[in-house]
Each structure stands twice: as C-alpha cells, then as structure tokens.
C-alpha cells in the first residue's frame, strides 16, 4: 500500500525551508522523513507527515505550490548490507527506484526506506520473493 508525500515547490531563497517547517509545526503537523532537492531555478522539499491532508491544506493556504505522490515505504534491517539487500531484490526484480530517503523512525533494528519506483506489481513481487516488509500508514501513526 502506498502513502502519500507531499512535494513542495521552494523558491531559491534563503529562510524559504525554514517557513515552511515552521508552517507546519504551528499546526502541529509532524514532519516524519524529508528530502530536498535543488535545481538552479528552484528547490524540492518532498515529505512524509504524520496528516497529509492537513499539511497539504495548510501549504495551499500560505500560497505553496504542491503536488501529492504516491511512495512506498518498506522495512530494512538497520545493519550493514540491509539496504544492499532491498536494492538487489529490487534490481532483481527490474524495479527502477527513481529516488528513496530514509524516514526518521527505526524501531527493533529496523531502518524505513521511502521509495519512488517505477512498477508497483513488480515491487509487490520482489518484496514477497525476498520476505521485505511493505509498511503502511497505520504502522507510521500517520494519518
């Protein structure tokens, strides 16, 4: 099951990240992964939130420009060589990963990956193969 990520569209300026964040801690909106990216016309700040929705409505407010992805998050063993495991199953399965981060929370020895991939059945297949978990918005507390 996929979740949501939010990536927000950020102006080339200094402090515009740091609104942003602020933004959502004033509505109590729990930043749960982040990744930017940056380009020399603009920046790309893609998250993981506790409330999609909220955060969402609360960016389009402050006049943000924004789009929902579907992601997927799976388990990885927080030692070295879990994530070498999950991308070789991924590769053995012809899933392209077009970008991934980490989120924040590792719990019992386990590390979540956030994945932008390119087939979900073949994903779906690999992580079965190979006994990986897929974690859902529940697991996350998200909302």
């Keep these: 099951m996929s979740i949501h990520q939010i990536s927000v569209f950020l102006e080339n300026r ?8 602020k ?3 004033e509505q109590n909106v729990d930043i749960r992964a982040i990744s930017i990216a940056e380009t020399a016309d603009y920046g790309l700040a893609r998250m993981i939130v506790d409330d999609a929705q909220k955060a969402s409505a ?8 924004l789009s929902m992805t579907p ?8 030692r070295p060589g879990g994530l070498a495991e999950l991308l070789a199953a991924l590769a053995e399965y012809h899933v392209d990963v077009e970008y991934m981060y980490s989120l924040f ?13 390119s087939d979900q059945e073949k994903l779906v297949q690999a992580l079965q193969a190979h006994s990986i978990k897929l974690v859902d918005e529940k697991a996350l507390g998200l909302k």
Excluded: F, N
């Design 105 to 117: 929370v590792h719990e019992d020895e386990k590390a979540y990956m956030v994945l932008r991939i």
């Design 14 to 21: 200094t402090g515009q990240l740091a609104e942003i964040t």
């Design 23 to 25: 933004l959502l801690s």
């Design 71 to 78: 992601v997927w998050v799976v388990e990885v063993p927080d």
């Design 58 to 65: 609360v960016l389009l407010q402050h006049g943000d420009i």
